[in-house]
């Protein structure tokens, strides 16, 4: 991308797009609002700072402080960068839509967003500055939600298709969106940073974020001795116990202690499992995770490496994967642990699902193995419900005469993550190989050598024939060798490269060649421009 001068870094987390890439993003955005407009989809526009008391009703302005970007106006009055415009479309919904007469209503913008993004990476894929198409429907009941978000669906597939990306939709963690359901669009390859757990035998894929395996239902152990203490001077890590002692990780619990505003959690899992973040910020409702500290150890008479949830004084989280049998775990005493620990005998909790999934695991659908693959998220789609509309009082006159609260739904795009991703699934060794459909230019016009003027003649007059037949053309005049031009064409990945030479015109001929093709085609100089019009007319309909 860089080398292509796609675009370039300002600074950690900003990109300009250059001129290439400008032309790439128009293209996606003109997809993307073809498709939402097929849908019935209205477009508007909406500002990119929006005033704190928005965020402060649904709670989010505290929620997602490390991701915003606030500030104050000469006035004092808060603003923040949006991250995206939940609260905003609300707000206009609650002012506009009086009476069901006047749903449901879909609306969409794009507009840059800022995320505070505490480590930028990947170049546009995570950024702090990046422009969004998001999407709102409001809808009077559930059933008409549940309308507008398979229309919403069914529009995503068509957009990546479109674009020319395998985009498959798996489940998602709604996080600090809100609501229960969503779903995100994920283009499986290897430069993805997210983990999807795909089902061998069935259909069901979610994001590692979001996903559950199934748990066999244990047997409750009987009569099983009491809790034994014994000594384990400086043994402190799941790791350790293995090596010293022969303890299975399986057999071992693992207990965590986190911070919240209501007092110290503890999180119990087992020994061979980790504590999955995302669905902890999920349980507690907090935008991120905080470790317990040392005055949080004493407070719940924990001591570090050796805490373990019997006798704990904390609110404690068992995971659903921890069985009804005996455990080994931390004696909240320093150098000791606990033999017979038996949850529901010795310990209680409320059981949440809290832990990782991993490849192997088995599918909580049909029992199938789970395999873990990487993808990057090209879009997301929430089914919000009421989560917004009811914390900001946003309700209209229903049909029996009483006011009900709006149900809503919300979907993203982001372009510049778009482009980027179809870069990483669209090259090879020698540069991008771009769909035609979003390419910067469609036929890539070389001259060689620039110097004859014959040459440069045929050149100028074939580009603007082609540019009368409606062909999008990059000219390249410059006068360099033609290993550096074809190089430079490979690169910059133009589905069509057409080359006007000195020795092509000795034989009537212009040089086509397809970006993905090792051969090329002479076609005689006088049908050129309709030859290569027709290549581009069948190259638009396959991603029509």
């Not at 104050?72 to 009055?77: L, N």
């Not at 707000?91 to 449901?104: C, F, T, V």
């Not at 009368?468 to 006068?479: A, W």
């Not at 090329?520 to 049908?527: C, K, L, T």
Request: with cysteine; aromatic share 6%.
């Amino acid at each position: 991308m860089l080398r292509a001068a796609i675009a370039r870094p300002l600074a950690a987390g900003l990109y300009t797009l250059l001129p290439l890439g400008f032309r790439v993003a128009k293209k996606v955005e003109r997809i993307i609002r073809e498709e939402m407009d097929r849908i019935g989809c209205q477009e508007m526009e909406m500002p990119v700072l929006a005033p704190a008391d928005l965020w402060k009703e649904t709670g989010r302005w505290d929620l997602m402080d490390d991701h915003l970007f606030k500030l104050r106006d000469h006035g004092g009055r808060e603003f923040l960068v949006s991250y995206t415009h939940e609260e905003v479309v609300t707000h206009h919904a609650r002012n506009e839509i009086q009476s069901y007469r006047q749903l449901p209503v879909m609306v969409y913008h794009f507009r840059a967003k800022g995320r505070d993004e505490a480590r930028p990476r990947a170049g546009l894929l995570r950024v702090r500055e990046f422009v969004m198409k998001d999407a709102y429907s409001i809808d009077a009941d559930w059933g008409g939600l549940r309308k507008s978000y398979q229309l919403q669906h069914d529009a995503y597939q068509r957009i990546f298709d479109r674009s020319g990306v395998r985009a498959i939709a798996v489940e998602g963690d709604a996080g600090l969106m809100g609501g229960d359901i969503a779903h995100e669009f994920q283009v499986l390859t290897d430069a993805g940073e997210d983990v999807i757990l795909i089902c061998t035998q069935c259909d069901h894929r979610a994001n590692r974020e979001a996903a559950t395996r199934r748990v066999d239902e244990a047997v409750k152990a009987d009569r099983l001795p009491a809790p034994e203490p014994f000594h384990t001077p400086q043994t402190t890590t799941i790791e350790q116990l293995r090596e010293r002692y022969g303890f299975a990780p399986s057999d071992l619990l693992k207990t965590v202690l986190l911070r919240s505003a209501d007092g110290v959690v503890a999180v119990v899992v087992p020994g061979d499992r980790e504590v999955s973040e995302p669905k902890l910020r999920r349980i507690l409702g907090v935008g991120d995770i905080k470790f317990a500290n040392e005055a949080d150890f004493a407070a719940a008479g924990g001591v570090a490496g050796y805490v373990g949830p019997v006798g704990l004084k904390a609110r404690t989280l068992v995971d659903v994967s921890v069985e009804p049998r005996a455990y080994v775990a931390g004696a909240n005493q320093a150098d000791h642990h606990l033999r017979n620990v038996v949850p529901g005998r010795d310990f209680d909790g409320e059981r949440v699902d809290a832990h990782d999934v991993r490849s192997g695991d088995h599918c909580p659908k049909c029992g199938g193995l789970l395999e873990a693959k990487r993808g990057i998220e090209v879009g997301n789609i929430f089914q919000l419900g009421t989560y917004y509309s009811s914390k900001m009082n946003a309700t209209y006159l229903a049909e029996d005469g009483t006011r009900k609260v709006f149900v809503m739904g919300s979907y993203g795009i982001g372009v510049g993550r778009l482009v980027q991703t179809i870069i990483e699934t669209h090259r090879d060794d020698r540069g991008i190989l771009w769909p035609i459909s979003v390419a910067p230019f469609e036929t890539h016009v070389v001259a060689l050598p620039m110097k004859d003027e014959a040459v440069r003649a045929t050149a100028e007059a074939l580009v603007a024939d082609l540019e009368r037949e409606g062909v999008e053309v990059l000219y390249d005049d410059r006068d360099e060798s033609a290993g550096v031009k074809f190089a430079d064409a490979d690169l910059i990945g133009i589905p069509f490269r057409v080359t006007v030479s000195a020795r092509g015109l000795k034989a009537g001929t212009v040089e086509v060649k397809p970006r993905e093709r090792t051969e090329v085609e002479n076609v005689p100089a006088a049908s050129a421009v309709a030859r290569i019009a027709t290549l581009v007319r069948e190259a638009r309909a396959r991603y029509s």
